[in-house]
């Protein structure tokens, strides 16, 4: 099975390409948000995320990337021939390639202006309507984000949008 994990900063477009590719490809989409919204909507005391603004899961990400890990192996055995495209923030690519060493791996980032990316921010259903100074820290962690990874981008390819 051909694996391509595409990741990077929350509202980079990580779920458009995914789509895109996935039409292009004939392929699946595994989406981590649903992924972990389902385990965490069943395990109420499975949590991803502390009180404090993240971009990434901060609590149990080693549980949740073998849950993914045994997930994507057991696809595997039963479409052996197929192309699977993993696509979510949960994982920094070093992460992801510790347990999947053939995945390709898309990174996409925004390192623009701390405007364009509060316009991007504003356009999510559920952060449009958060305080100035919370979207703020959010444009922030995303650039930082978007940084380290096309800073680090030495075995994956890093795409700025």
């Not at 390192?111 to 316009?119: K, N, Q």
């Not at 952060?127 to 995303?142: G, R, S, T």
């Amino acid at each position: 099975m051909k694996l391509i994990y595409i990741t990077g900063a929350p509202r980079c477009g990580k779920t458009t390409l995914a789509k895109k590719m996935a039409t292009e490809l004939n392929c699946s989409i595994f989406s981590l948000d649903a992924f972990s919204k389902s385990i965490r909507n069943t395990f109420c005391d499975f949590k991803l995320y502390g009180d404090d603004i993240s971009i990434r899961p901060v609590i149990n990400n080693d549980i949740f990337l073998k849950l993914v890990a045994d997930y994507t192996n057991n696809y595997s055995i039963d479409y052996e021939n197929h192309t699977l495209i993993v696509e979510g923030c949960h994982f920094t690519p070093e992460e992801f390639k510790s347990k999947f060493a053939n995945a390709e791996i898309i990174a996409l980032g925004r390192t623009g202006a701390t405007d364009e990316i509060i316009d991007a921010i504003k356009q999510k259903d559920w952060m449009h309507n958060l305080p100035d100074e919370i979207i703020l820290q959010y444009a922030k962690l995303i650039k930082e984000y978007s940084i380290k990874l096309k800073s680090e981008a030495h075995f994956y390819e890093y795409i700025e949008v």
